[in-house]
């Protein structure tokens, strides 16, 4: 088993306001890893698409929390956006390009192919009535080659 | 705001276009879009950040705009965001300038 070279975890109230503050902790916490501009941007998309599926869909009738977790095991980051809400029914369906459930105007039904675009996986698991937790994965392989072109 | 050669009105969007920010954007594009016939041209050269609740404002700026007559348009796009509109399909009812 690899050991855990850095770990973060952050709980919010799954309100929109924190999408943002989310994908920026996110960015922050990987960006030791030497990232290009372009991999924070894919990693904030990817932890804005998860965040905010927990936001929209998780507690529709009450309020809940959001769990991101965060960690860095040699040039891989790996990130856990955990809600508690009231998980989905049929996740293949979920994942399908352009599915929505409707319940709210104009969602696109592109989040989680969003997430497999710009990240290397994606991986959910989901209990109804229980939560969501969508597992994101990352190897950054550009170390420093754009700050060394740069510089 | 200004004219175009094209006499669409160009609004230049500014910062993150997520779920949270969506909401005033579209009511400031609709008030747009109910003034400008021909439709309008979305300038992203600010726009730092866009996830997939942007791709569906535009879809429904695309649909109001159509249901005027006119069409949407955008320019400036960044690489990361000109992925967003390929995946989606975006570019077959958006035109890039």
Redesign the interface.
Known sequence: MQTTDNYMELTFPAH??N??FA?VCAAAFAARLDCTI?EL??I??AI??AV?NA??HAYPARSGKVLLRGSINGNTVRFEIQDFGCGIENIEQAMQ?FFSTGNS???????F??MQ?FMDTVAVHSQPGQGTVVRLEKTILSQNTECLIHA | MQKTALHTLCIALEG?L???N?PAL?RKLDAALDRSRSGLILDFSRVT?????G???L??RYKRAKDRGGKLYVQNVS??ID??FR??GLYSIIEKL
């Open positions: 929109s306001q999408e943002a994908r372009d941007t894919d904030k998309t804005s698409e905010t936001i929209v390009p105007a104009e969602r696109s039904g592109m989040g192919t969003v675009s | 993150e997520d779920h949270h969506a579209r950040l866009m996830d997939s609740s791709i569906g404002l879809i429904g690489p990361h992925k967003l995946m989606s």
